[in-house]
């Protein structure tokens, strides 16, 4: 009896929180009141005190171009029944930090309060997802009684574009920027450079983007293209100016965004080879990679490069061209870090070169793994000298960490884990979590690519985990490679809804995550989506299904991310709807050249999208 009481009450909690709100990510704390807040064309925004910063931020959020249209005035408004009144704290409430905000919301007046500009602009956003859709903008609009404290768990919210696989224009980086605003993400790592495009125009070296930032036109899956041949023309590409930087920069920076630079060497440096082949070991002549097979991977995790990708650590040249380049990044970017990349970078060229053999004999190195790290720890002090820390992808920890570098830790935790434990600082990205460019629903119905990452295990991340000195972990990180995304519109596809679980994994407490809760939030930021016609991936509703062999038979089981699902399946070559089979345990998949069907219903109402799988397929997904 007290088992079922419980049950009881904890749906009963469940239904509650979902009653409560649908803010992304979940606030540290939110208490409903009696009575609403109306918007209406009367309704008034009064800043209490204000700076040039906070006067900019506030009157664009609620300008006619933002589609709200409410005057804001540093007076406040006489007898006005209707106001939204903005303050920063005269005396700072600890807890806020300088992220934080309080909001509260009462029948006439909603109240917004921080110690600082960036609290308020974060308030903001909750604001807005406190508003309901409307179906016109001249209807009163019902805002729920409440009050909210909340305050972000990390300081490192951030996502990455890697616009070297793809180039995005620059008003396509800044829509990027909006939404992740919204969901307060507070830093945008920018993947520069790469072995298939140079995005960023270098004044010293010229051919970096002359030559580099473009490459033959070719289409199909990265890795299986046809290689550039020589004298081809080379259309595809482009790159930012360093106005067009400075531009993204300061717009970044109105929403609270950082923006981190990473110029990933000594690997993945083939854009850069093709402007200066003299900088590898072989210093032949090669092209920007348009996405053909070049490496050859052996199912361990190691893999032999065909053609050179790799800067020549035993060339004092490569360091005075660094010295350059990150240069003028410092001096571009005002932030306090420089992403100087580090990862899969293949040592077989180094291994069979002599300079690098007499270099490691006179720096006393017992392997590549160590010339790797003379390498790294050599760039980080110039980059150091620009004012600038340094982070790496976590095989920078190959032969010893540079001193103060800090890792981002991409092959699951354990880079960040010792990097915490010697010390340096870490942000957790692992792909195991946060790789928003592997498969988020049925590979039936996905852009094909090697791994699978459902918004269920997204939510799952955790950037702090126990046993860990929470103090070096700067926070989280999901990353958008782009090799199968051409455009900006399959990049919002890709990156929502996988970024909210991110944004709730580093903003929210630990102790408020709940599926079913976030699951039920995700579905109402569908609806908004769907308002201003912005498609993102709803493969959340599709049904999952898996196979194996059981005493010589393959049987299927599906199952369903999210709560109150239905699925209805045939295997006779017909259409499966509510009146087809509904599954309720696993079945067997005839042998025969059959074609298996379902589809996820919700009360009598079909969600998701049909699957159509071929029982040839369904052998492929055998114990996977």
């Not at 009963?12 to 009575?35: C, D, E, W």
């Not at 870090?337 to 069979?352: R, S």
């Not at 050249?593 to 919700?602: K, L, S």
Request: with cysteine.
């Amino acid at each position: 009896m007290k088992l079922k009481s419980s049950i009881a009450l904890f749906f009963l909690m469940v239904f509650s929180l979902k009653a409560q709100h649908s803010i992304i990510p979940n606030p540290v704390s939110y208490v409903s009141q009696q009575g609403s807040f109306v918007l209406n064309s009367k309704t008034k925004v009064y800043l209490v005190n204000s700076n040039p910063e906070l006067n900019k931020i506030v009157k664009l959020h609620f300008s006619s171009d933002s589609g709200k249209g409410y005057s804001v005035s540093e007076e406040r408004p006489a007898n006005n029944a209707s106001l939204i009144r903005i303050e920063l704290n005269k005396i700072s409430e600890q807890t806020l930090g300088k992220e934080g905000y309080s909001l509260e919301v009462g029948e006439k007046e909603i109240v917004l309060k921080a110690n600082a500009v960036a609290g308020l602009f974060y308030g903001l956003q909750t604001f807005d997802q406190l508003v309901p859709i409307a179906k016109s903008a001249e209807e009163n609009i019902a805002i729920p009684a409440c009050k909210i404290k909340d305050y972000p768990r990390f300081g490192w919210r951030g996502l990455m574009l890697d616009v070297s696989r793809h180039f995005f224009t620059k008003s396509e980086v800044k829509e990027y920027i909006d939404w992740m605003a919204k969901y307060k993400f507070n830093t945008l790592q920018l993947h520069l450079t790469d072995d298939n495009g140079w995005r960023i125009e270098i004044k010293g070296l010229p051919k970096l983007t002359q030559i580099g930032a473009w490459r033959v036109a070719r289409f199909g899956s990265f890795g299986e293209r046809e290689a550039p041949k020589e004298g081809e023309k080379t259309p595809y590409g482009g790159f930012y100016t360093q106005d067009d930087i400075r531009e993204i920069i300061r717009y970044a920076s109105e929403k609270q965004i950082t923006i981190v630079p990473e110029i990933d060497v000594p690997g993945h440096s083939m854009a850069l080879l093709a402007a200066y082949p003299e900088l590898s070991t072989l210093k032949e002549p090669k092209m920007v990679n348009p996405g053909s097979k070049f490496a050859e991977w052996h199912g361990d995790g190691t893999f032999t490069m065909t053609i050179e990708n790799s800067l020549n650590p035993a060339d004092e040249k490569v360091y005075s061209v660094l010295d350059i380049i990150f240069g003028e990044i410092a001096s571009l970017f005002p932030g306090n870090y420089i992403h100087l990349g580090g990862d899969e970078c293949y040592h077989g060229y180094w291994e069979k070169d002599e300079n690098c053999k007499a270099l490691m004999k006179r720096e006393n190195l017992k392997d590549a793994k160590e010339l790797q790290s003379y390498f790294i720890k050599r760039v980080a002090k110039t980059i150091n000298s620009k004012g600038k820390k340094v982070i790496g992808w976590d095989e920078i920890l190959y032969g010893g960490l540079a001193d103060g570098a800090a890792v981002m830790s991409w092959r699951g935790i354990e880079g960040g884990i010792k990097a915490s434990q010697l010390g340096h600082e870490a942000i957790m990205s692992p792909n195991t979590f946060a790789y928003l460019d592997y498969v988020q629903g049925d590979p039936s119905v996905e852009v094909p690519i090697y791994s699978k990452l459902s918004l269920k295990k997204t939510y799952e991340f955790e950037p702090a985990p126990e046993g860990v000195d929470s103090k070096f972990i700067l926070g989280g990180q999901a990353n958008l490679w782009t090799e199968e995304i051409p455009t900006i519109q399959h990049a919002f596809y890709m990156t929502y809804p996988r970024a909210f679980g991110i944004s709730e994994s580093v903003w929210s407490p630990y102790s408020t995550k709940n599926w079913e809760n976030f699951s039920a939030r995700v579905e109402q930021h569908f609806k908004r989506f769907d308002a201003i016609e912005k498609p993102i991936s709803k493969a959340v509703y599709d049904p999952i299904v898996t196979t194996k062999m059981v005493d010589g038979k393959m049987m299927c089981t599906l199952a369903a991310e999210l709560s109150n699902v239905e699925l209805y399946y045939t295997i006779d070559g017909t259409f499966p709807a509510k009146y087809s089979p509904k599954y309720t345990h696993p079945f067997e998949i005839p042998k025969g050249d059959i074609t298996f069907r379902v589809v996820a219903y919700r009360n009598g109402v079909q969600i998701g999208r049909m699957l159509t799988i071929s029982r040839d397929l369904l052998e492929k997904r055998l114990g996977k």
